[in-house]
């Protein structure tokens, strides 16, 4: 069972719809004892940085999040919830993030050309790197996904199983161990994203 | 490298998919899930509802549709038409909709755009501007093209991607439902004036169309038609298939 980190950010309906899709057990709750009794964690998110992390803060659930990410529990963060994996981000400012996976989130301002838009809106095909993930089974070089985001995440290219370009290389799957984060939607990805939804409610994690 | 899009539009009214010439004469196409199942197995890279009705009943009519497609079709939907506030998008956006496009309603409240970017985000905000040429100037029409608002467009398109309008459809009104291709000239000028990912409507008649608009246009973001889809005038696949021929970026 996967449960769904409801903790008032974003809107759910297409990512429970596509779990109900791919007739895959899912419980959207924001309570802990969910969060430590089901078999998957996957965090959602979409807007402000600093308001999701915050909210994810204040209802306690960044804790009990990450003590079920150290033991050994898989974790997807999905576009926002990926970004907020990691140890900070700049966006407008400097806010802490979980400290899942180290780097930080940048934004795409004053690092891409300006003939390069923003936000980054669009499909764009997935470059897979050496690095492997269960949740990528099935899924090709070149498939693409769709993006809708103005910051990315700068780290360690031992973190990333998936590249998408957008004049920067931006990480669009990036894992540490258990833990892992699509920048794309998934949910909303047609074909590719939902055979990596359904890898991750039933991918084999050893 | 980001691909160019292909966008079917659905105009839903009483639960069918509608389809006019110059705004007028509206026929029926199909059941609105259905097609747009159809154009998702098609590559359809996005869809946008246009919810043309106007009584409050038939809203919640138009909501269970976008419920129903939303819990079927996986790509990202705009839905459009009768948005007024901020309670219209969190209607729209709790039963399904991605992305919510502003027309008529952010001309009444010019507010409307920086409040809905505040609460969704920019990405979430999409303005849709209906412009036709008047005195040698491209005047924004409010009401489906009916009413010139005295506003002039490009101006306007700025001032609402300043107040966080994260994309905007450029309808043009002089080139919809004449299948002549879109309006290059009036798309140029948008495209200047913002940085933000900008649709072209109003012109498709055939696939040549979108291949000169991202041919002459590389900046342009995407391709947005209704009728040359509906009776299959352009098979999106076919489309997609001569794009990539052509050496335009695109998702197959």
Redesign the interface.
């Known amino acids: 069972m996967v449960c769904i980190i409801d903790y008032g950010v974003g809107n759910l309906f297409s990512l429970k719809s596509s779990f109900a899709y791919l007739g895959a057990e899912c419980l959207v709750s924001g309570n802990p004892d969910d969060l430590r009794a089901c078999d998957r964690i996957l965090l959602p998110g979409v807007g402000a940085f600093s308001d999701a992390a915050d909210k994810l803060r204040r209802t306690g659930l960044d804790r009990v999040l990450i003590e079920e990410a150290s033991k050994g529990k898989p974790v997807l963060g999905i576009c926002l919830g990926m970004q907020m994996l990691f140890d900070k981000s700049l966006e407008d400012g400097e806010w802490r993030g979980l400290g899942l996976i180290p780097g930080s989130v940048v934004p795409f301002k004053g690092a891409i050309p300006d003939n390069f838009k923003i936000p980054h809106i669009g499909w764009n095909p997935l470059e897979l790197t050496q690095e492997r993930t269960w949740l990528l089974d099935g899924v090709r070089n070149g498939d693409h996904v769709y993006f809708v985001h103005s910051y990315y995440a700068d780290c360690d290219s031992r973190f990333v199983c998936a590249y998408a370009e957008y004049s920067v290389r931006v990480p669009a799957v990036v894992r540490s161990g258990n833990v892992l984060g699509c920048q794309f939607h998934p949910e909303k990805s047609s074909e590719v994203g939902l055979r990596i939804l359904k890898n991750f409610c039933e991918g084999d994690i050893c | 490298?980001?691909?160019k899009?292909i966008i079917p539009c659905l105009d839903v009214r009483d639960s069918r998919v509608v389809k006019g010439t110059n705004f007028a004469n509206l026929n029926d196409v199909s059941s609105p899930v259905e097609l747009a199942g159809r154009y998702?197995q098609c590559g359809a890279?996005e869809l946008v509802f246009y919810d043309i009705t106007a009584s409050a009943e038939s809203r919640g009519i138009f909501t269970d549709i976008l419920?129903e497609t939303?819990?079927?079709v996986?790509?990202?939907l705009t839905v459009g038409g009768g948005i007024n506030s901020v309670e219209d998008f969190d209607r729209v956006?709790?039963?399904?909709a991605?992305k919510v496009s502003v027309n008529s309603g952010a001309i009444r409240n010019p507010k409307l755009v920086s409040e809905a970017a505040l609460k969704?985000?920019?990405?979430?905000v999409v303005l849709s501007c209906d412009i036709k040429r008047v005195d040698g100037k491209f005047a924004v029409f409010a009401k489906g093209g009916r009413e010139n608002t005295g506003l002039e467009a490009i101006e306007w398109i700025r001032r609402c991607v300043g107040e966080g309008a994260?994309?905007v459809v450029v309808n043009s009104i002089d080139t919809d439902g004449v299948k002549k291709g879109f309006d290059i000239e009036m798309l140029e000028k948008v495209l200047k004036a913002v940085?933000?990912?900008v649709i072209a409507s109003g012109g498709a008649g055939s696939a040549d169309d979108f291949i000169s608009l991202f041919k002459q246009l590389p900046?342009i973001?995407?391709g947005l038609a209704a009728s040359v889809f509906h009776f299959g005038t352009v098979s999106i696949s076919d489309l997609k298939k001569r794009m990539r021929d052509e050496g335009i970026p695109v998702?197959i």
Not at chain 2, 93 to 96: K, R
Not at chain 2, 120 to 124: A, D, E, K, T, V
Request: proline share 6%; glycine share 10%.
């Open positions: 490298m980001i691909t899009r998702s890279d419920r939303a819990s079927r996986f790509i990202p956006l709790n039963s399904g991605d969704y985000g920019s990405q979430c994260g994309e940085n933000v990912p900046d973001d995407a998702r």
